[in-house]
């Protein structure tokens, strides 16, 4: 019948939306595992946290909507619909904010950064952390270059060799430290990702409106066939 097929094509639905739940969280737990748990990007830029959270609700709000299709609950449906719709709606919210604010991205992450220095004085593990943060990104120092240091690190140094017919290059300063800062590099690699995110968060959107039409569908008929007086 009719409504049976329409009760199928909700659970597939729903489904696929408790997938991407697993997979956002699956990504983001490899992501958190693989980077190593450099404290720095830990602590100032939490986005692989946040992304955890969200692939762990989305993955039980589609277990929710799933049941709740499945029993014909009513009272299932309507808690799905509202805790999607508060997700949708803040993440509408985050996306227009972080387009509003994608100008001062610089500002904010030298916020962020700049009670680390001088870098010299942070604990020998932080120290580490921001080591490899250089080696990786090829920079020196966290808001002013190497400056930053009491001590400049090997870490700073570059692999650029002076000879008379060479001139330094645009990473590598004449002094043979790098000359870009790494909250610098931290922004253009933001930016370049941005794209990615985007996509991901237009996806999450997508299905995110399929599943308030089709679960807010679903209840109006449950309601429709059960009757005013009967219990969800």
Known sequence: QMYFKCIDLILIIFFSLQLSGCLILAVSIYLRVSKGGNKITDQYFPAVNLMIAIGAIIMVLGFLG?????????CMLLLFFIFLLIIFILLVAAGIAGAVSQNKMQDWVNEQLKSLVPLSSQPQSVINDLENLQKDLKCCGIVNGKSDWTSVPESCRCNYTISATATPGAECGSD?????????????????????VLGIAFGIAVLLIF??????????????????????
Not at 176 to 196: A, D, F, G, H, Q
Not at 211 to 232: E, H, R, V
């Open 176 to 196: 043979r430290y790098y000359s870009t800062p790494c909250s610098t590099r931290i922004v253009n690699l933001m930016k370049e990702n941005m794209v990615i």
């Open 211 to 232: 599943g308030l039409a089709f679960s807010m569908a679903l209840y109006c008929q449950i309601s429709k066939k059960d009757g005013p007086t009967t219990n969800a």
């Open 66 to 74: 799933c049941c709740g299709a499945y029993r014909e609950s009513r």
